[in-house]
Each structure stands twice: as C-alpha cells, then as structure tokens.
C-alpha cells in the first residue's frame, strides 16, 4: 500500500513536470496575425472590439538571468493588422503594482524601468532584428539588433505610437507599428517573420520574461525567434518622410583682447526619406544640422596619446546604418563635420543587402594613426566622401561582404576596398575574418600642422635630424605624413569565438600595418598588430539565491609593429559577480609591459630607442540599484602606470563614483565625476578632476527641460615634469561649460529645441573663471509622412 502511495506521488509529480515544461514550451509554435479592420486609438486602454478578436500570447519564460523558468507574474500580448500597421497590447499583472518602476524620461532613457515589447525580424533570416519597446507610461525605446556585428543600437529612430498606463493590476501598454518604417519583402503573398516579446520585470532581480525558451548556450538569440505569420498582402506605400528644419543662433566669442565678437545663424535643411520600393530606401540630406543640440558625454582626455570617440547623432547618417557595419570601423561618420548635400541608398533583396552613400563636407578631417598615438589631421579644402557595402547571406551560416570607402580632397585621396566573412560553424562556433586594401595621398603640406620647429623645414623629410625627447620638434606623426607620393597598406582581423552556456572563448588576430589609412572610419593604430587568446567560465545560481552569476574572464594578448619589435604584451583576469537589486561587482589584475614614447622621435624604431616599463594595476567596479529610480556605481584604479609626458613609470589612482536619481516621476539628477592622479618619483605629476552634472525635468513623454554642467579642473606639479621648461607646464586650468535646453518632441524627426550655452575658461581659483563663449539657439523640425 505504502509502495502504490509513493508511485502515485511520483506518477503524480511526473504529470506537473510535464505540464509545466508543455506550457512553457506552448509559446514557441507559430504564430498567426489575425487581419482586423476599423479605427484604434493607442490610448493604453485596449478598449476597442477588434482587441477581442486579436492574437493572445503568454510571456511566460524568465530566460534571464535564469535558465527558462517560469514567471513569477503574468503577462500577455495582443497582436493584431490591418495591413498598414502592427498593433501589439500587452497586459503586465503585477502583484504590487505600487513597486512598478516607470518615470518620465526622453526616449531610448529608460531601460532601468519596467519595459514590455518586441523583437522583429522581417526577414526570418537571423541577421538583424528591429526592436520597439515600452515602459508603462508610454517611453519609447527602439533600436537595431544585429546577429553579424553583435552590435545592439538605440541610435535608430522610428516613427510609431505607444501609450501606457499603471492600473491597479499592473499596467497596460498599446503600440502601433507602421510597416512604412520596416523593410521586408513585399512580394511575398504572407509575411513570416521573426518575432520575440519580452517583458522586463526589476525588483530584487531584473528579470527578462519571454514568450519563448533560449538556450542560453547559444550566442545567436535571433535564431531562436518564434515565427510570426500574417500581414497577407502588405505594402508600405509611399513611405515618404520629408523633414525640413532651421536653426536659428546668435553666438558671441571674446577674442585675445577681451573684445566680444557676434557671429549670427540662419541654417535650413531638408532630410528626405523615400521608400522606392519596398526593397530600396533612399535617404537624402542637404545642410543636415550638425548642432547635435545636446551636449555630449564628458570624457577626460589627458595621459593618453589617442583620439577619443564620439557618438553619431544625425537622422541621416543614422537610418540605417547597420548597413554598412563589418569588423573594422571603417564608416564613423562624425568624421563629416559640416556636409552640404548628401545621399544614402539602402536595398535587400533575398539574401543581398547594398548601402551607398556620398556626401560632401566643407572640411576635411581625419585620423593619423600610429602604434604610439594618433592625432586629428584637417584640411582646409572641401571635400567629398563615399562609402559602398554588399552583404550577401550565402547560406543560414555564412555570410560574404565587400565594403569600399573614399575620401578625397584637392590633393589628398584615400580608398579602401575590402571583403570580409563570418561562418557559423556550430551553434557555438562562430569564425569571422575581414581583409583590406587602403591607398592613399596626402598633400604635400600636412607634415606641417604637426611639426613644432621654428621652421618647418626642419621637420622636411631629409633635414629632420636626432633628437632626444626634452628637445624633440617632431612626433610620430610628422614621419607618418611624409610621403610624397601615393602609399598603400594593408589590414587584416582574424576571429574564432566559442559560446555555449558554461565556457567562452576566443582566439584573434588584428593587423593594420605601416601604410593602411582608413579615413573615413575609425581607424587610431598603424603599423601595429595584435594577437588575443581569452577565455571565461560561468556559473548560474538557482532561483530565491542571493547571486545569479559568476564568471572569472583571463586573456593574454601581445602587439607587434610591422618589423616585429613588441609594443605591449599583456595579462589580465577579473572575478564577477551578479547579484540582487541589480548588483554587478566585478575585480580585476593586469600586468603589461609596454613601451614607452620614442626617445630619438626623428626615427619610428622601438628597440633600442624606447623604454620598455612594467605596469601591475588594480581595478574594482561596483554597480546597485537599491532601490526604485535610485542607480550607483563606482570604479577604482590604481598601480602602475606610465607618465606618457615624461616617459617614466608613476604611480596612478583613478577614482569615478557615478549617481542617477529619479527624485519622482519626473525629475532626474545625474552626476558623474572622474578624479585622476599620476605621481612619479614620490611626487605628483598632474590631479585631473571632470565633474558631468545633469538635472532633466520631464514634463510628459514629449518635453523636458535640462539643466547640463561639465567642469573640468586641472593641476600639473611644473617642477615634475623634466623633459619640459615649466614655464610651458600651465600649474592650473580649469573650465566650465553649461547649457539649459528645453525640447518638445513630437516624433524624434518633429521637434523644437530652444537653448542657451556658455563656456568660462581661466587658470586660477574657480571664482577666476572668465566667460568666453555664449550662444541662444533655436531648432525646429517637421516630418511631413506620406
């Protein structure tokens, strides 16, 4: 009798296994959208009768940080068409609606909050993916996905509607996606796509709900969609958008005399986007708005012999840039300072996808790379710029690309051409290569803007003569823009990646030798190759467990120039943790040998005129969100590290705590300060403090006012510095910029901006800070949508 019991129990305990693994795996069949006709208003209300008739799915699966198990809340999506637009509700239970995180926030700004929406591949071909999504007041965020790149975006703007509410079971939001801003193939009689819905639940622990399971062994999530089938007989028209805009300034700038000098704007521009076909889009700019209106993020620029790198923020330059993505960042666009017209063509068809464009720019500016430093070049010729990329998905596995580039001004050309590849061997094998061919000339004269001598000729190929560092003229970059002629080079990158659930690793090799140039794109280092071997191991906790995951990550990785003399060789391991309330610890040890600069800078040799240091440095990085709206987190820095003025080995802190507050539903404050300290031979060498400070008002989903500080405050010890005259070594500088903006935003093409900003320079006490720079603006914009 007690033997039957216990069979029965475990018969019993056997069927709820098996009913919970089926409801789980319900969601993962197909699914089918049902056509209904009629007006909807996206309210947030779901009250209109043709919600009854729509497609109801569960979003049922905590895929992370767990491994497909089942949600603690409820959540169901509506999807319905009409042939022009896909409407999606979701209805999100909660069983304290109180604790729900949602706050007021301008778009793409709020991934903290609870956030419901979907994943969208028009194509079904695991490749790139739309993403819309939406917190329960109504925030946009949307963005691009791609499986080739794994790049993730929320640079990309579409034009769609959505609504929120917070209820007293939850929220509600409803979304309506115009097929207008979409690409798939129209001549499809029914469309199947790819599709995810996603909920994201932030309480003691963020957890991601779908409607379907990953296997979180496998690193390709878009092929793990569930297919989507609907949409019979969908076109998207005319899908014609045409933006013009103005902006309107007065600035005024103290010259060296202390005199005001007035400078007044008028700029109008027109954007154009126009879907030929539902396969071609053609985008079409004249005098597009380089004013990016919103400051950009404060970076610390001192110590370190590279350029920085700035996000893109046009709407030109931005539709579609995934297009023209590969391995190496050979399309950053921020290059084109100030271009008058411009065109983009964007095509995919079947398995081949083109982009193209061309554009002109008043100026012209590009990187000088090195092994030991790059440096911005500007020409003050106009000039023009083109870039062409051919995509073609040989198979669900392998994917083949070609990709040109040009730049070219009187006197000065650059080209690039080249093919690269990416094959998925297994679903946790994935191997990319990409190889280029760059020729190039630089007028006669650019050596110039680089060369510190009395007299340029000294710098002249031939006359340069040795020099030691404390009287050094010349830099790398003065030898690296001496050819006279047309030169050429060559780049290759090498990738093998391993994923599954447990471990990853990697194996790559990078080469950009002496003569490439990538000029138009992102390219800092020459005469430089590096070979990477990493690796990480992953463990998962169980739910209800206060930590979710740890992962300890090492690689090694040496650098060479192109004669195979060692620049950098260098070791590194970190320890991290995922843990409660959004908890992310993370510790880590390198040791580098590297080299220092040049001591002869007339020659680029590195054995023999280089001193080869030793840095051990330690880091810890902490992030929480303790409680709702609430976000911390703080990195430290310290060890070894080489003071690049005085070519010698110091002693570095680094310190940057980083505070967001969401005070209440609508006001936000974040501050972000850095604090740097170099030491040397027991005294300091330099104390760099940058403090970004940002106060956002947010009336409603449409308008906010910001308040931006950003003060950078600088000391240098000038008897430290032995390789400099002090009286070149400025003891203190600081500077202050601010900026108060309000923008209303209809759509992120139909906005207004009104703006006020001012910079204040000076070398003394904060209190002697002296303004130099003031500026009103205004920037209106509207999308006319056909």
């Avoid at 993916?129 to 917190?135: D, G, K, Q, S, T």
């Avoid at 109008?268 to 380089?290: C, E, H, K, V, Y």
């Avoid at 400051?295 to 709407?315: C, G, V, W």
């Avoid at 590290?641 to 539903?665: A, H, M, Y």
Wanted: proline letters at 3%; aromatic letters at 12%; a negative charge.
């Amino acid at each position: 009798m007690q033997l039957k019991k216990k069979t029965m129990q475990v018969v019993i305990v056997a069927f709820a296994l098996m009913a919970s693994f089926f409801a789980l795996a319900s969601d993962n069949s197909a699914i089918d959208i049902p056509r209904i006709a009629g007006e909807i208003s996206i309210d947030g209300q779901l009250n209109e009768p043709q919600w009854k008739t729509a497609k109801r799915v569960n979003i049922n699966i905590v895929t992370r940080p767990y491994d497909n198990t089942p949600s603690p809340v409820k959540t169901e999506a509506l999807l319905m068409e009409d042939g022009g637009t896909f409407y999606l509700g979701f209805i999100a239970h909660d069983p304290n609606p109180e604790e729900i995180r949602a706050f007021l926030k301008d778009r793409d700004r709020s991934w903290g909050d609870d956030i419901v929406g979907i994943k969208i591949d028009t194509y079904n071909d695991q490749r790139t993916a739309y993403r819309f999504m939406v917190n329960p007041l109504g925030v946009q965020i949307d963005g691009v996905e791609s499986e080739i790149t794994k790049k993730e975006s929320d640079s990309w703007d579409g034009i769609w509607d959505s609504a929120g509410q917070i209820t007293d079971f939850g929220y509600i939001v409803e979304m309506a996606l115009p097929l207008r801003m979409l690409n798939f193939n129209e001549d499809l009689c029914q469309q199947d796509w790819g599709i995810e819905l996603v909920r994201f639940y932030p309480r003691t622990e963020r957890l991601r709900i779908s409607n379907t399971s990953l296997d979180r062994g496998n690193s390709c999530e878009l092929c793990q969609l569930v297919k989507a089938s609907g949409f019979t007989g969908a076109k998207q028209g005319q899908n014609l958008t045409v933006t013009p805009s103005l902006v309107l300034g007065k600035s005024e700038e103290r010259d060296d005399y202390g005199t005001w000098q007035d400078d007044e704007t008028t700029e109008p521009s027109l954007d154009i986007r126009w879907g030929i076909t539902p396969d071609i889009l053609l985008n079409a700019t004249i005098n597009p708005d380089f004013s990016t209106v919103e400051s950009d993020r404060a970076q610390l620029n001192i110590n370190n012999n590279f350029a920085l790198f700035n996000e893109e923020k046009r709407p030109f330059f931005l539709d579609n840039a995934d297009y023209f993505d590969s391995n190496y960042n050979l399309v950053y666009t921020r290059n084109i300072n100030a271009p008058e017209v411009g065109a983009k063509l964007t095509a995919r068809k079947d398995n081949h996808s083109i982009g193209l464009f061309v554009t002109n720019d008043e100026t012209t500016n590009f990187l000088i790379p090195g092994n030991r430093g790059s440096s911005i070049a500007e020409i003050d010729d106009k000039s023009e710029a083109a870039a062409f990329r051919y995509r073609n998905s040989y198979s669900k596995d392998l994917t083949l690309g070609w990709i040109s580039t040009l730049r070219t001004s009187d006197d000065y050309q650059n080209m690039v051409h080249g093919i690269d590849a990416r094959y998925r061997a297994t679903q946790y094998d994935v191997v990319k290569f990409q190889s280029l061919y760059s020729n190039t000339e630089y007028p006669d004269d650019l050596f110039e803007q680089f060369c510190n001598a009395d007299e340029v000729d000294d710098c002249q190929q031939g006359n340069v003569e040795p020099c030691d560092l404390s009287g050094c003229d010349i830099n790398e970059q003065v030898l690296r823009t001496q050819d006279k002629d047309n030169f050429s080079g060559n780049a290759f990158r090498f990738g093998y990646y391993h994923n599954d659930s447990n471990w990853h690793y990697k194996v790559t090799y990078d080469k950009q030798n002496a003569g490439f140039r990538g000029d138009l794109g992102f390219i800092a280092r020459a005469d430089f190759n590096r070979l990477v071997l990493g690796g990480d191991r992953k463990w998962y906790a169980e739910p209800g467990d206060w930590w979710t995951q740890v992962k300890i990550y090492s690689d090694w990785d040496i650098s060479h120039n192109d004669d195979g003399e060692m620049l950098e060789k260098e070791f590194d391991i970190n320890f991290q943790l995922n843990a409660q309330h959004g908890t992310h610890a993370r510790f880590w040890y390198s040791n580098r040998d590297l080299v220092g600069n040049r001591v002869d800078q007339s020659s680029l040799a590195i054995d023999g005129n280089t001193t080869l240091f030793t840095e051990n440095e330690y880091g810890f990085f902490a992030e929480t969100k303790p409680t709702s709206g609430f976000y911390i987190n703080t990195r430290l820095n310290w060890g070894d590290k080489v003071d690049l003025s005085n070519n010698r080995l110091g002693k570095k802190k680094e310190f940057r705590p980083t505070i967001n507050w969401n005070v209440n539903q609508h006001l936000e404050l974040k501050l972000r300060h850095t604090y740097r300290e170099l030491d040397a031979e027991s005294k300091n060498v330099f104390i760099a403090r940058l403090t970004d400070f940002r106060a956002t008002y947010q009336f409603n989903v449409q308008s906010f006012l910001r308040l931006t500080f950003i003060y950078n405050n600088t000391s240098r010890n000038q008897q430290n510095y032995p390789l400099s005259d002090p009286d070149d070594i400025t003891p203190r500088s600081k500077d202050l910029s601010a900026q108060l903006l309000y923008a209303y935003k209809i759509n992120p093409q139909t906005v207004f901006y009104l703006g006020y900003s001012e910079h204040q320079d000076g070398e003394g006490d904060f209190s002697d800070l002296k303004q130099d720079l003031r500026s009103v603006f205004m920037k209106f914009s509207y999308a006319w949508i056909r």
